[in-house]
Antibody, heavy 116, light 107 residues
Framework: EVQLVQSGAEVKKPGESLKISCKGS????????IAWVRQMPGKGLEWMGM????????RYSPSFQGHVIISADKSISTAYLQWSSLRASDIAMYYC?????????WGQGTMVTVSS | EIVLTQSPATLSLSPGERATLSCRAS??????LAWYQQKPGQTPRLLIY???NRATGIPARFSGSGSGTDFTLTISSLQPEDFAVYYC?????????FGPGTKVDIK
């Protein structure tokens, strides 16, 4: 079965760092872009950026450039989204998704809560 | 950045009725437009890719059309499980963008 499995929910304080993960299985992980999508509470979907695991070519939406880092370790079929300093405005559900002709496979989402 | 506008914001219909959802792009995206369905508390699900191709396992009552800047998602006869939020998304131009969504709710 083709799937993306994300790491579990996180509760952090403002200013803390965080790295969440997305592990692919059932397909050749290297061969597809993996995107990260943010969904703030009660809001729509926002495309954050994506990475090609074969060569770690990462691209970012201007809205997120400089605030997050997207990386991947193809040896363990895993993509990552990380923050060096979380803000209250980072509270959201974060999804990873495989890009084929569209986002055809989605992870289950990782809820990130930031609270002092 | 290409901006996608969806209309209406909310569509109130009864089961069995036809739903027509619109997505308009600020500039041409060719045929590189997809539609997703999201139910409360669930992950988005791909319905349509490249404007008119149904994704695997998607019922035939869902259809997509359009090209360039104007696109339509049609649900021919609404089933109870179709009441959800629908998003369009373009991959023609970097960065990819989503529309704000259309909520289809029960009248």
């Amino acid at each position: 079965e083709v799937q993306l499995v994300q790491s579990g929910a996180e509760v952090k304080k403002p200013g803390e760092s965080l790295k969440i993960s997305c592990k692919g299985s059932g397909y050749t992980f290297d061969s597809y872009w993996i995107a990260w999508v943010r969904q703030m509470p009660g809001k729509g979907l926002e495309w954050m950026g994506m990475i090609y695991p074969a060569d770690s070519d990462a691209r970012y939406s201007p809205s997120f450039q400089g605030h997050v880092i997207i990386s991947a370790d193809k040896s363990i079929s895993t993509a990552y989204l990380q923050w060096s300093s979380l803000r209250a405005s980072d509270i959201a559900m974060y999804y990873c998704a495989r890009q084929d002709d569209a986002f055809d496979i989605w992870g289950q989402g990782t809820m990130v809560t930031v609270s002092s | 950045e290409i901006v996608l506008t969806q209309s209406p914001a909310t569509l109130s219909l009864s089961p069995g009725e036809r739903a027509t959802l619109s997505c308009r792009a600020s500039q041409s995206v060719g045929h590189y437009l997809a539609w997703y369905q999201q139910k409360p508390g669930q992950t988005p699900r791909l319905l349509i890719y490249d404007a008119s191709n149904r994704a695997t396992g998607i019922p035939a009552r869902f259809s997509g059309s359009g090209s360039g800047t104007d696109f339509t998602l049609t649900i021919s006869s609404l089933q109870p499980e179709d009441f959800a939020v629908y998003y369009c998304q373009q991959r023609s131009s970097w960065p990819g963008t989503f529309g704000p969504g259309t909520k289809v709710d029960i009248k």
